[in-house]
Nanobody, 121 residues
Framework: QLQLVESGGGLVQPGGSLRLSCAAT????????IGWFRQAPGKEREVVSC????????DYADSVKGRFTISRDNAKNMVHLQMNNLKPEDTAVYYC??????????????WGQGTQVTVSS
């Protein structure tokens, strides 16, 4: 059973950087495309970035484009999110996620427990 565990969150000043990591246990991560989501207090969870299984394809929400970089190291079963030039509006709990389909009407979602990112002076 695949399990995802995030780490790397913390408190950082505006303009600072953090590197989040998503570690996988129970399965080989290179089978899965991975997405990073975030949820701020009182707001819906939103997708931030995603990466294909081989790492050759990435995409970003407009709000983080040019500041965040997603990458993966399949040999270490890890996916990373490098976050630069952080803004107060980036404050949220960040989650990594993947989904596997068993049919067109059935799928399994896998979420980590989340890691808190707080951007404040």
């Amino acid at each position: 059973q695949l399990q995802l565990v995030e780490s790397g969150g913390g408190l950082v000043q505006p303009g600072g950087s953090l590197r989040l990591s998503c570690a996988a246990t129970g399965s080989t991560l290179d089978y899965y495309a991975i997405g990073w989501f975030r949820q701020a207090p009182g707001k819906e969870r939103e997708v931030v970035s995603c990466i294909t299984t081989n790492g050759h394809g990435t995409d970003y929400a407009d709000s983080v484009k040019g500041r965040f970089t997603i990458s993966r190291d399949n040999a270490k079963n890890m996916v990373h999110l490098q976050m630069n030039n952080l803004k107060p509006e980036d404050t949220a709990v960040y989650y990594c996620h993947t989904r596997t389909y068993t049919s067109v009407t059935s799928w399994d979602d896998y979420w980590g427990q989340g890691t808190q990112v707080t951007v404040s002076s």
